[in-house]
């Protein structure tokens, strides 16, 4: 079993940055890959960005590129989201997943969700 535990949401003004953290601990392999997630109230929850832990191969939503910016530390399992420029439209709760990188894995591993809240 993977366990993942994200930090460092909070509230901050539009403009703003924040940098998310996602530790990975338990039984990981080097061919997953982690995602970042977000879900508002009422909303479905959608894809933010993923990157691969063994090859520096990362994906983003439209609605983010240019602004965040997914990485990784394999000697510390960790992942993280450096999101600059922020907007009121970011604010959800942000979610940590993981799962194989093989054709029809599914994302079977998730954190609790930290809050990000950005104020106009």
């Known amino acids: 079993q993977v366990q993942l535990v994200e930090s460092g949401g909070g509230l901050v003004q539009a403009g703003g940055s924040l940098r998310l953290s996602c530790a990975a601990s338990?039984?990981?392999?080097?061919?997953?890959?982690l995602g970042w997630f977000r879900q508002a109230p009422g909303r479905e929850r959608e894809f933010v960005a993923s990157i691969r832990l063994s090859i520096d191969t990362a994906y983003y939503t439209d609605s983010v590129k240019g602004r965040f910016t997914i990485s990784r530390d394999n000697a510390k399992n960790t992942v993280y989201l450096q999101m600059n420029s922020l907007k009121p439209e970011d604010t959800a709760v942000y979610y940590c997943?993981?799962?194989?990188?093989?054709?029809?894995?599914?994302?079977?591993?998730w954190g609790q969700g930290t809050q990000v809240t950005v104020s106009s």
């Open positions: 338990g039984r990981t392999f080097s061919s997953y890959r």
């Open positions: 997943a993981a799962k194989e990188a093989l054709a029809g894995s599914t994302y079977d591993y």
